[in-house]
């Protein structure tokens, strides 16, 4: 057994209660013993705890272990009872199986004989429950294919008309979903789309091992062809070691199928870009908020080797009242994977809107001063309504972001104080290195040029002292 075991003991006999815990601990590792010295103390604990086995014997004063047993049976009907009866006492033992019991155990108990049985009953009851599991989440993907297929069915059939990709049709999609649930049946059940972008899709799941919701991106199947899979994976892995309050942690990730994958939180709220949208502009406080978290997030980051390289409002997700900053690390999956396959299929990494002047022109060796570029840019427009750079085309922005001047803030929003435009001008400085050395010294900017500092603001700059010697050492790595 792999994994931590849970088993109660219950027995009025003292002797007992301490030897077969013992036995228990010597010859399975990881297990956890707890003990009831009668039924009524049982039943008080698998009403407050769940367990992976229970022992019960079968003659106490009071309620006896029979009684124990169908109170189990009602209770938890899932968990294997195993019945300690005295020699000869065969009667019992029939009662006891036909009760629900999984097996019995005869005084004088022979622990190693007490281990196997307990052993076995518990292997069977996990088996059983993967078991389970993975048929319902079959029967989920088997519902879930049957409806997009009635879907279909009801849609009104047209030929491809001029332009459309026949590898786009509804029906590759629904059949490629079907086998990505399929993959993933044993440990997750897709419930729906919750987005689609240019190089991946998002699904609403549920994580059937810890009953929980989660999102899960799938990376288009042309893109997954272009990387490489298990050095996509293995930088992967260095994104999901960070932990931090304004990072959206990765759960877990693969390969299913072909499907290169990872999983995130779910997270209830809405992203910056959506409040943008809604609202246009920001308060000046809600906006120095959010990019001192955001800013609290990227200093870590840098301080572990990671940089975003696609700081936007899209990836800036608002819940509770705070910031989070999702697909850290991906983007450095993507370039260290994929390299010039990604060009070759016509994807960059990045968003040209809010990309760096050296990104932009394909420099490999990206430092945080980088994301520190696209976060004022986040800032401008959270204050102004726009971002500070806009074209016709990609090409044109990037080439603004190269050449043209900041445009002033202040026209378009009057109410900014000329210390927290300056800090964004700096921020958005065409060379690296005349920019802010890391992404605390932007916050700290900015922290000192709002009038008054809010104690409820001060919370998200305790952060900034604690990572500002890493920070500056990542960036002068």
């Known amino acids: 057994m792999t994994t931590t075991l849970s088993v109660l003991i219950v ?41 992976d086995a229970i022992v019960t014997d079968i003659k106490m004063p009071g309620m006896d272990g029979l009684a124990l047993l169908a109170e189990i049976r009602t209770r938890r009907p899932d968990t294997p009872t195993l019945i300690i009866t005295g020699h ?97 049946a044993d440990r997750y059940t897709i419930e729906r789309e919750l987005g689609r972008g240019v190089m991946a899709t998002v699904y609403l799941a549920q994580d059937l091992k810890h009953h929980r919701p989660v999102a899960i991106k799938v990376l288009k199947r042309e893109i997954a062809c272009a990387l490489g899979p298990e050095r996509f994976l293995r930088e992967i892995e260095i994104a999901a070691r960070l932990n931090h309050p304004h990072i959206l942690t990765l759960h877990d990730s693969g390969d299913a199928d072909g499907f290169l994958y990872f999983v995130m939180p779910y997270v209830e709220g809405e992203s910056l870009r959506q409040r943008l949208v809604r609202e246009k502009q920001l308060s000046l406080e809600d906006a120095l908020q959010i990019t001192g978290e955001v800013a609290s997030a990227l200093s870590y980051a840098h301080s572990h080797d990671v940089v975003h390289r696609d700081i936007k409002p899209e990836n800036i997700l608002l819940s509770g009242g705070e910031a989070v900053v999702a697909d850290f690390g991906i983007a450095r999956a993507l370039t260290a994977a994929g390299g010039d396959n990604l060009t070759t299929i016509g994807l960059a990494v990045g968003t040209p809107t809010y990309m760096s002047p050296e990104q ?99 919370r998200s700059w305790r952060w900034f002292g604690l990572l500002a010697l890493g920070a500056a050492l990542a960036i002068a790595a």
């Open 11 to 51: 027995d009025d006999d003292p002797a007992l209660l301490q030897a077969l815990p013992q036995a228990l601990r010597l010859r399975m590792g990881g297990v956890t013993v707890e003990t009831a010295h009668s039924a009524a103390a049982a039943l008080e604990r698998i009403a407050a705890a769940d367990y």
């Open 88 to 184: 000869g006492e065969n009667e019992l033992v029939v009662h006891a199986l036909r009760g629900g019991a999984c097996d019995f155990i005869q005084k004088p108990i022979d622990r190693d004989y007490f281990v196997g049985a307990l052993y076995r009953a518990i292997r069977a009851h996990v088996l059983n429950r993967k078991v389970k599991a993975r048929q319902l989440a079959l029967e989920g993907c088997a519902d879930q294919l049957e409806r997009i297929l009635q879907k279909l069915e009801r849609e009104p059939r047209t030929r491809p008309h001029e332009g459309a990709h026949p590898s786009l049709s509804d029906s590759r999609v629904a059949d490629q979903l079907a086998r990505f649930q399929l993959a993933l």
């Open 360 to 458: 932009a022109a394909g420099v490999a060796q990206l430092d945080g001063r980088s994301d520190i570029y696209s976060l004022g840019c986040v800032l401008y427009e959270m204050l102004a309504g726009r971002p500070p750079f806009l074209g016709a085309t990609a090409q044109e922005v990037m080439a603004r972001h190269t050449l043209d001047p900041v445009p002033p803030l202040h026209p378009a929003r009057a109410t900014v104080s000329g210390a927290v435009e300056q800090a964004i001008v700096k921020s958005l400085a065409k060379q690296p290195a005349e920019r802010f050395a890391a992404a605390v010294q932007f916050a700290d900017a900015l922290g000192a040029a709002r009038v008054p500092r809010s104690a409820v603001r001060r």
